[in-house]
């Protein structure tokens, strides 16, 4: 009986714990509001009454199984349709600026960080898309004279404006402002309701939350939402009636991306209309380098299709830090290019150093100062004439090596000694050097003798 009795209140010591610790996962998870296509806003900035957009609620979920992080300009991000006319820009535009409408405009601005003089300028760069993916935003409502922001999964059909870089900017049938979600996509507690409830096609793993393009985009490339075989290309910055259409069915070739950095193969990438994801769903900084593709070079896809790409080092940067992060990843290059630049200048000191062959670094300073001996990579810059001994010795008469030269070269042996000794040594000196003897030619008779050598060495 006792050991009954004892089994029986651990089994249910252990449901407990189990419990709270189920209790504590979902505590920790972010609680982000369904918004369901064609449903009113419960605190609109502006009167869904009055057909400022309009959602489609027949858009089937695109591509499921791709959820995560997804960057502005991906190919078939958003939708489209022969029927453009789903978001009135130009009304949106005549009710933020009129007047009568100060405090919804202020509030409509500080929550897109503009100034209010601003939106007329920013409402003409944004372009009507449809969503194509359940996509994560942070939604404002208008409450009291203030926008007020929450965290929204918006059900794909819905209107929407997007910006230059591809992030969502406005709901259409409220013309409530989005900005960028900035939680984990896989870290959320979708809260559905009765005005709101579970849509079919919902699939928690195939929400995605939309990271800016690295670069202002010119056209975004659209599937229509009616005809997914039919592709449309709209100008930013329009609505509809410039757009252009292409086959979606046109097979794309995956290029070869192994040794590009994520940044420039996913630029490759969209231009040929292919989407990119990376291993993990993240978005790895932009210097990332490429090693591999799924699937591999040469195979064929449609428009819009995902490939995978895995990178060298940690490629879980997927955060809403992630482009600044590219950003700093971009220097790491360009000094790479310039790193040859500092050699050239540690160069020129040594050509000029030859009084103490044994020590070439000590002797550097010599052209311009010899107090710069303490670091030869930087520019000499120590005007005192005795920083280190073997500056002085290089200075001085003492040394065995002396004597021979100062009779061709009094003061100015330096220079004139520094070409033959050092010519050999750095044959690529003599380019950066070209200022260097034109500064210091108080010596005639010795060009006429350094020429020949210098040009033998060159040659």
């Keep these: 009986m006792a050991l009954r009795f004892f089994v029986r209140r651990f089994a249910f010591l252990l449901v407990f714990v189990l419990a709270l610790s189920g209790c504590d996962r979902d505590a920790s998870l972010l609680v982000v509001k369904a918004v369901a296509a064609g449903v009113p806003s419960s605190a609109p900035f502006f009167a869904e009454s009055q057909g400022l957009g309009r959602d489609d609620a027949r858009v089937a979920t ?7 992080l997804q960057q502005g300009d991906t190919p078939g991000l958003y939708g489209g349709s022969k029927q453009p006319a789903i978001c009135d820009v130009v009304r949106l535009k005549a009710f933020l600026t009129d007047p009568a409408n100060e405090r919804k405009a202020q509030a409509w601005a500080t929550a897109l960080s503009l100034a209010t003089d601003e939106i007329p300028g920013y409402l003409d760069r944004l372009t009507p898309v449809l969503l194509r993916h359940d996509t994560l935003v942070k939604n404002h409502d208008y409450k009291k004279g203030k926008a007020v922001p929450f965290n929204a999964l918006l059900q794909s059909g819905i209107a929407i404006l ?10 259409c049938s409220c013309g409530n402002p989005l900005r960028p979600f900035e939680g984990d996509t ?39 939402v009616h005809e997914p075989d039919r592709g449309i290309e709209r100008p930013v910055g329009t609505t509809g009636g410039d757009d252009t259409s292409f086959d979606t069915r046109e097979r794309r070739t995956v290029p070869d991306l192994a040794g590009a950095t994520f940044g420039q193969a996913s630029r490759r990438l969209a231009g040929q209309g292919l989407a990119v994801t990376a291993e993990g769903g ?14 591999p070079p040469g195979t ?14 940690d490629g879980s940067g ?34 000029s150093s030859t009084a103490t062959p044994s020590s070439p670094p000590a002797s550097t300073p010599p052209p311009s100062s010899p107090g710069s001996s303490e670091s030869s990579s930087s520019k000499p810059s120590g005007p005192a004439p005795t920083s280190r001994p073997p500056s002085t010795g290089a200075s001085s008469a003492p040394p065995t090596s002396d004597p021979p030269p100062p009779p061709p070269t009094s003061s100015p042996p330096k220079t004139t000694s520094a070409p033959p000794t050092s010519a050999p040594v750095t044959t690529s000196a003599p380019p950066p050097e070209t200022s260097g003897p034109a500064t210091t030619e108080p010596v005639t008779g010795t060009p006429s003798t350094d020429g020949p050598s210098a040009s033998t060495t060159t040659a």
């Design 282 to 295: 993240g978005l790895p900084p932009d210097g990332a380098r490429v090693t591999a593709s799924d699937p």
């Design 318 to 351: 997927g955060t809403a830090t992630t482009p600044p992060g590219s950003e700093t990843a971009r220097p790491t290059r360009d000094p790479s290019d310039s790193t040859p630049a500092k050699p050239t200048e540690s160069a020129k000191p040594t050509t």
């Design 62 to 68: 695109a591509q499921a199984g791709h959820g995560g």
């Design 300 to 313: 064929e896809l449609r428009f819009g299709e995902y490939v995978t790409l895995s990178v060298a080092g």
């Design 186 to 224: 896989t870290g959320i507690k979708v809260e559905f309701d009765d005005r709101n409830a579970q849509w079919k096609g919902y699939e928690k793993s195939s929400v995605v939350a939309v990271r800016p393009a690295p670069r202002k985009v010119e056209r975004l490339a659209l599937v229509d």
């Design 162 to 171: 997007v910006d230059e870089q591809g992030l969502p900017a406005v709901k």
